[in-house]
């Protein structure tokens, strides 16, 4: 085990407060949030289990860990959150000069299209 290894290996938690391991030491059963989202759960409100400290850019890097076995599955949204999302991304395309639907998303710097806010280029 490699010094840098053994800096950050404390699996009962004595040194750092949560049981600590390096960088792909972790044991199995425990995972990130994003492991989890790929995986279809998310945290479920419990505390933080573990953690991965290694060297990086900047200093030490921190990973939290959760355990697998109490992650809840992911919610989904509802039909009317879907509807509402579906929405709002449709006002976001539309023009408040013309009120024409666009194929790209309004600048709000502009808060219109380009076209009502560059006629003279679209006349060229």
Excluded at 22 to 38: D, H, M, S, V
Aim: a positive charge.
């Amino acid at each position: 085990m490699s010094r840098i290894r053994a800096a950050y290996f404390d699996p009962d938690g004595a040194r750092f407060g949560i049981p600590t391991y390096w960088w792909r030491g972790a044991p199995p059963g425990y995972a990130t949030r994003r492991q989890l989202t790929a995986a279809g759960l998310r945290p479920g409100g419990q505390p933080i289990a573990a953690q991965v400290l290694w060297r990086g850019v900047g200093g030490t890097r921190t990973a939290y860990l959760y355990r697998v076995d109490l992650a809840a599955p992911k919610r989904t949204a509802t039909p009317a959150q879907r509807a509402a999302i579906g929405k709002a991304l449709t006002a976001r395309r539309t023009c408040r000069t013309c009120h024409q639907v666009r194929p790209y998303f309004i600048p709000r710097s502009l808060g219109e299209c380009l076209a009502c806010a560059f006629p003279q280029e679209d006349a060229a």
